[in-house]
């Protein structure tokens, strides 16, 4: 069966950061989409900035998971003790997943949505 979903958008490199048991996995995903945007809002103390990205990865399996930190481009090698200041309100462009949802198309898994 053909996948009919187009992927042409997937064009960006992204680079996923994961903490697991005390060590920083790096991996660069080559063909992935990966837009964000900041906006004002309202709160009761005043208006603060939220930042809201999509990152949409097409594969043939999960490659991301909540509380990834996602860079556009080719990020840096991080050392397991710059991990606690390699966070989004400190690195500019730095992204840290909430949530996760695999997409498919007739039973197989066409892409991965992080936001």
């Not at 697991?20 to 309202?42: C, D, M, P, Y």
């Not at 949409?56 to 930190?69: A, K, N, T, W």
């Not at 390699?86 to 997943?97: H, I, N, R």
Request: net charge negative.
């Amino acid at each position: 069966m053909i996948n009919p979903l187009s992927y042409s958008l997937c064009d960006k490199a992204v680079t996923v950061y994961r903490m697991e048991n005390g060590e920083i996995t790096r991996n660069v995903l080559e063909n992935a989409f990966f837009q964000w945007s900041k906006t004002l809002k309202n709160e009761e103390y005043g208006d603060a900035y939220q930042v809201e990205a999509l990152l949409i990865v097409p594969c043939g399996e999960l490659c991301i998971q909540p509380g990834d930190r996602v860079l556009e481009g080719v990020g840096p090698e991080i050392a397991s003790e710059q991990w606690d200041c390699f966070v989004p309100a400190l690195v500019q462009g730095l992204y840290e997943l909430k949530t996760v949802k695999p997409c498919y198309w007739q039973g197989t898994l066409c892409h991965v949505e992080g936001r």
